[in-house]
Every structure is written in C-alpha cells, then in structure tokens.
C-alpha cells in the first residue's frame, strides 16, 4: 500500500506518493527484467504491491529517467565506478609528466596566464613592484 504523509486537503498541491522497501524492491525488479512491462504485467505487480496503475507507469517512467541519466554518467570522465556519492570528482586529465591529476582544465589555464604575467610583472618592474632603471 502507498502511504501519504504530510499531506493537507489542497486543490492545488499534490500530495506526494511514498512507497514502502518492498514495494520498491518488488518495481524494482520488474524493472531490471524489463523497463517497458506490458499491461499484464503491471496488473499482476498492481494487485501484488496495492499500488494504483498510474502511479506505477510515473514510477516507471521516472525511473527509465533516473536509469538513462545514470547511464551517460557512465561515459564521463570515469565515473562508471560512481554508484552514489556527495559530490562528483572532476575528470582526470594526464599531464605532461604522464601522471593523472584532478585540476581541472580552466584552472590550469589560469595558472599558466598568472604564471606568465608574473614573470612579465617582474621582467617590468622587478620584484619589489618599483620600476627598474629608474
């Protein structure tokens, strides 16, 4: 059975649906069979799990979405290892040295930029800030 909580009788906001570890587990594994169950299918899982057909097809549907999010994610920069996480490392990139490092690309765009307009500085007006040959 689904239970809603925190729900107020309101015209305008829907209530949100919460499913219980079973029920999930029971979508869960028509939805590693198959992503697209037919009618059939979803009869027996609604009659099984007491949930209604139209919020198991939203079900379905936002999990194809959350499956096929995951799956470009895999393509990315390595992170086909990432299950769940707080953050996202920042892609690999090999340097010069033949080594992986995690700066990213504008970083070291800007750390070359500062490099070489501190050695222009200090070509200009050396290292203390005043001007030379004056």
Same mark, same amino acid.
């Given at each position: ?7 107020? !009788? ?10 219980? &570890? ?5 979508? !869960? ?18 009659? !099984? ?29 390595? *992170? ?13 990139? $090999? ?11 504008? &970083? *070291? ?6 490099? $070489? &307009? ?17």
């Amino acid at each position: 059975m689904s239970v809603k909580m925190n729900c107020k !009788e309101s015209a305008t906001k829907r209530c949100r649906t919460r499913f219980n &570890l079973w029920q999930i587990r029971k979508l !869960e594994k028509v939805f590693h069979e198959t992503h697209y169950p037919d009618t059939q299918q979803m009869e027996v899982l609604a009659s !099984e799990t007491s949930i209604s057909m139209s919020k198991m097809q939203i079900w379905f549907q936002n999990r194809r979405a959350k499956w096929r999010k995951n799956s470009r994610l895999k393509n990315f920069g390595g *992170l086909a290892s990432v299950r769940e996480t707080a953050y996202v490392p920042a892609p690999h990139m $090999a340097d010069t040295l033949g080594f992986a490092t995690q700066i990213p690309v504008r &970083l *070291l765009f800007l750390i070359c930029i500062w490099q $070489a &307009l501190g050695s222009v500085w200090t070509g200009m007006y050396g290292r203390n800030g005043s001007v030379s040959g004056i």
